[in-house]
């Protein structure tokens, strides 16, 4: 463990373990009869203890010591020197039983379960644990431990913090120490206690881990801990509101005839509110709507998130704008204001940073169109984007987070880190760390330089591809977040991938196809896209584009996808109308549902039984990630070709499950 070699076995201890297994398995018979008969008599409690000083990972055995001494205390009148001298000897027992394995879960559990009885001497634990810890320096549980011990004692956590000093001056190597730092300055750092501001102290730790990443490169430790500073330095415990669609200035149009904006769904558009990190509390009263169109007072937001949390990083509200009441104005000015009341808390327990406010103008004009019923192609009928186009500027805002944090300090921090860094960028180590140095800079600089910096890492992550095979398809996802990160960080080089697409109402079109993509990022700067061209990557999910609200046409085709479990994500996309997945694995790869207590999700889902059993009960039990995808989609068109799964069966359960299909696989179907 840990790169220690194992020692091979000598022909003696061999026979002595063999020995000691004969010994065990007659102790646990004898234990067993006890434990089952509830006897709690001195011998057998005896018996108990020499099975533990022999295994002293046998649960069961501290179980039932947990109900011995619950019996004897419950034998006694209230005389705390009878209650110490019980507690006292289960001490002894664990102290005993760490003596043999260290490492034993059920011994510090249960060492934890005395004292919290609150009869032991927790000044006395803490000198068994320095004990314990010269003995081995990094053992977690040792740590785990500690902590739990601090906790019920008046120690400050400066004094703990000043005790990993010591730990790491002694070993650099010591994990152990470095993650309880970690966990120490955290909660010193959030409440802002005097000496802990992070403008003060995060540089000086960069300093005290660059003493043990520069004496021994090759021990992971420090760099770990390293990677956790750069953490904190970029990320702030305040939630921001990262962007929102539409974009502040933004002028947006609706049609007030035919409902054929691909963003307008039974007089209604969504507005996107996207942070940097999950947040709970959005609502009509924490985000206020001043507008002049009518039925808005009380908004009802929705988290985009699985598994109906009510924490995410994206909300969603529908804005009206059709009313039963004539009205000859065409123009509205939308005040949005977000966190204006308290209650919008991330996971972590903070309050959002704020309030915000953006403004847009909806038009709404009464041209009538018909809908598109022909074909999307994704060959033709595209207009190039002019880079210098206003409608691009006012869709787009591609810096709305990096007013909001103070970020001279942290700018700082990482450029003394690059500077320092550069020095190691032979080893992979050191182009990894150099490497996130330098996306940490770029998301926190101006336009002016990103450009250069995402250059620089993009090759940094296809020099570690080529020197690390082991760890490849890591640094392939983190050199596509960086290709992306570098698309979307100003609208020139965004502008290079949009068109108009003239077929459907002139939406708006990104083009990413080709790049080798293998994981998506930034679509907090995508919000505005309606149609997505992914085909020719090596994607292996589509996990976040549920944030990408506006989108109703997804080009995924001749990717790596393999299953529709993959695209889970696309159910929260209620517009989407076209969806291409041909030429990927979806079917190569079947799910082994044997493995599980039922066959599929579907066989523990009360409300599918009557209307799954009465459609196609045994094909919808076979493609059941497809159904659970398909059906809560809206499309119209669908195409699967050059996927293991496609074929006349699963082209007959598709049109069961998305009733209002017109094109599959390139052909109109007969209605």
Known sequence: MHGRPRKAVKPEEEAASAAKAAKLRSLQSQFMANHHNKIYSKEAVDLSTKLLEINPEAYTAWNYRKLAVEDSLSRIESDPDLVKTILDEELRVVESALRQNFKSYGAWHHRKWVLSKGHSSVGNELKLLDKFQRLDTRNFHAWNYRRFVVELTNRSEQDELQYTDDMIGSDFSNYSAWHNRSVLLSSLLARKVDGFLPNEKIPDEYKLVHDAIFTDEDDQSGWFYHLWLLDQTVNVETPLLTSTWPSHGSCINLSAGCLNDSFSESGSFPLILYFGQPVGGVSSSTVTIDTELKGNEDLVWEPVSKKNSQVSCVWVARLKYMSS??????????????????????????????????????????????????????????????????????????????????????????????????????????????????????????????????????????????????????????????????????????????????????????????????????????????????????????????????????????????????????RHLKQLRVLNVSHNHIGAHSVDTTRYLCSSPLSNSEWTQGEVRSQMPSVVTKYWDAYLVLRDLNLKQLDITGNVIAGAEFSSFVLQVVPKLVWLDGKKLEI
Not at 398 to 425: H, P, V, Y
Not at 446 to 465: F, N, Q
Not at 494 to 520: A, E, K
């Open 325 to 570: 009441e004539p009205s000859c104005r065409e123009e509205y000015k939308v005040k949005v204001r977000v966190g204006n009341s308290p209650g919008i808390v991330s996971s972590r327990g903070c309050n959002i940073s704020g309030p915000y406010e953006f403004i847009f103008t909806a038009h709404v004009h009464d041209t009538l169109e018909e809908s598109q019923e022909g074909i999307v192609s994704w060959t033709d009928g595209f207009d190039i984007w002019d880079a210098e186009s206003k409608d691009l500027n006012s869709l787009v805002n591609l810096d709305q987070s990096n007013a909001q944090m103070d970020s001279k300090w942290r700018q700082e921090a990482i450029a003394g880190e690059i500077d320092l860094f550069r020095e190691l960028s032979d080893s992979k180590i050191g182009k990894l760390t150099l490497a996130r140095l330098l996306v940490a800079k770029a998301l926190i600089s101006d336009d002016a330089v990103k450009g250069v910096h995402y250059s620089e890492i993009l090759e940094l992550y296809k020099d570690l591809m080529a020197l690390d095979s082991s760890h490849y398809q890591y640094y392939k996802d983190e050199h596509s977040v960086a290709l992306l990160h570098k698309v979307t960080s100003s609208t020139e080089d965004l502008s290079g991938h949009l068109f108009r697409y003239r077929n459907v109402n002139n939406s708006v079109c990104l083009r990413l196809n080709n790049l080798s993509l293998s994981r998506i990022a930034s679509v907090e700067k995508l919000l505005f896209v309606q149609m997505l061209d992914l085909s020719h990557n090596e994607l292996h999910s589509t996990e976040g584009l549920e944030a990408m609200q506006l989108l109703s046409c997804l080009n995924l085709s001749h990717n790596r996808i393999r299953s529709f479990s993959a695209l889970d994500s696309l």
